[in-house]
């Protein structure tokens, strides 16, 4: 364990593992993206709005932002 998570509540540092399982599970779908969006536009960011869930189950909506 890293000495910043030492300083973090245990509520923060179970929030922060399941945001990790979270990406984990989607990694295929976010590099896929990524990789397709980086070719178009170079270099960015993927952000996800993890608030929004237009249909049940159906996942959260994301987007790529390019670095310009």
């Known amino acids: 364990m890293c000495v910043e998570s030492k300083k973090l509540p245990a509520w923060a540092r179970l929030e ?3 945001d990790l399982e979270w990406i984990d599970e989607n990694v295929e779908i976010f590099w ?13 960011a993927i952000v996800v709005d993890t608030i929004t869930q237009p249909a049940p189950d159906a996942g959260h909506p994301f987007g790529y932002l390019s670095q310009e």
């Open 32 to 44: 896929a993206a990524a990789a397709t969006a980086f070719r178009e536009s170079g270099r960015g």
């Open 16 to 18: 922060r593992r399941r």
